[in-house]
């Protein structure tokens, strides 16, 4: 799966010389937590987070005027307060490449870019709907999680095996195990008894940790 598929296109975006009163009610009515930030010629030249925006307003304990505040506000603009050096992605990137990019760089969103023309962003919200996705968390079905050799097969054994009672693969997942020998496998299954689908893959696998009706 690609960015460009799960991206939001033509995100909302803000200008360098607006005020951060201004992109905080963009913020606040459009219920979006970062803006990025183009200039007059449509070039991405940074971006904006609410956190960016909050800890640029004077705190309630000041000791400023409120009158202060506003002309404070009023003269403080998103190019006082953006982040300058932008991590961007394309469209034609995988997407656990972009989960990658914003673990590795602790942020929670990536403007998409083509031609250094702002087509898109994903978000960490963006990612955890095909996390949803993935393990089919809106479905009904028996999951398991199971350690299991890392030998070439078995999977292959795993799936005849669920094949065989009739029961229909929703997701399967896997993940690094407890050393190098096994790995731990996360598998959704519907149409077969939960009791029925522990007692046939029990054999196959090194231990079953967990096992439930969701």
């Known amino acids: 799966m690609l960015v460009g598929e799960r991206m939001t296109r033509n995100p ?11 992109a905080l009610e ?31 307003s ?12 506003n002309t404070l506000l009023a003269r403080l603009t998103v190019a006082d307060v953006m982040k300058k050096q932008v991590v961007t992605v394309t469209e034609t990137i ?18 998409v870019v083509r031609d250094d023309r702002l087509v898109g962003i994903i978000t960490e919200t963006d990612l955890f709907k095909v996390f949803v996705e993935l393990f089919a968390a809106r479905q009904k079905g028996v999951r398991l999680t199971m350690l299991i050799p890392a030998v070439k ?22 993940f690094l195990g407890e050393d190098p020998s096994n790995a731990l496998c996360t598998i959704k ?23 439930k009706e969701v």
Not at 12 to 22: A, G
Request: glycine share 6%; net charge negative.
């Open 26 to 56: 963009i913020m606040r009515r459009e219920k979006v937590r970062r803006l990025p930030v183009i200039d007059r010629k449509g070039k991405l030249v940074g971006i904006v987070a609410e956190k960016d925006l909050l800890y640029a």
């Open 58 to 69: 004077p705190s309630p304990a000041t000791s400023l005027s409120v009158w202060e505040i």
């Open 94 to 111: 995988f997407l656990e490449d972009a989960a990658r990019i914003m673990a590795d760089n602790k942020i929670g969103s990536l403007p």
């Open 12 to 22: 909302l975006t803000t200008r360098p010389d607006t005020t951060v009163t201004e």
């Open 189 to 211: 299954v519907e149409d077969v008894d939960k009791d029925e689908l522990v007692a046939a893959l029990a054999p196959l696998v090194e231990r079953i940790v967990d096992a």
């Open 153 to 174: 097969g078995q999977l292959a054994k795993i799936t005849g095996q669920i094949a065989s009672l009739g029961g229909n693969i929703l997701a399967l997942g896997t």
